[in-house]
Nanobody, 122 residues
Framework: VQLEESGGGLVQAGGSLRLSCVAS???????????MGWYRQTPGRECEWVAT???????NYADSVKGRFTISKDNAKNTGFLQMNNLKPEDTAVYFC??????????????WGEGTKVTVSS
């Protein structure tokens, strides 16, 4: 299973970016994705949880992004999204996609993407 993020880049404060995370397998199928989420990391700081969405579309957000970021997913395409609005310089980080993925009903593992860099200039 591979998670591939995209959508990062450089944006001015107050701007928006939309991150995508596509889950794929070299062979076979993905049975389900119970949970997909986003984390971010800045050099010298611990990895910070940003948002999570479950298979029934229940969402949770870190207080630092609540009201500005929206997590969503397209189950048919095994793809998750993070819409980031009103970006602030402190949102600058490498954003990582995380997912719990089932290849079968009783076979669940967690996976991480390699990250996409978001830079917000003041």
């Amino acid at each position: 299973v591979q998670l591939e993020e995209s959508g990062g880049g450089l944006v001015q404060a107050g701007g928006s970016l939309r991150l995508s995370c596509v889950a794929s397998v070299a062979s076979g199928n993905i049975f389900s994705i119970p949970t997909m989420g986003w984390y971010r990391q800045t050099p010298g700081r611990e990895c910070e949880w940003v948002a999570t969405i479950t298979s029934n579309s229940r969402t949770n957000y870190a207080d630092s992004v609540k009201g500005r970021f929206t997590i969503s997913k397209d189950n048919a395409k095994n793809t998750g999204f993070l819409q980031m609005n009103n970006l602030k310089p402190e949102d600058t980080a490498v954003y990582f996609c995380h997912a719990d993925i089932r290849r079968s009903p009783n076979d669940e593992y967690e996976y991480w993407g390699e990250g996409t860099k978001v830079t917000v200039s003041s």
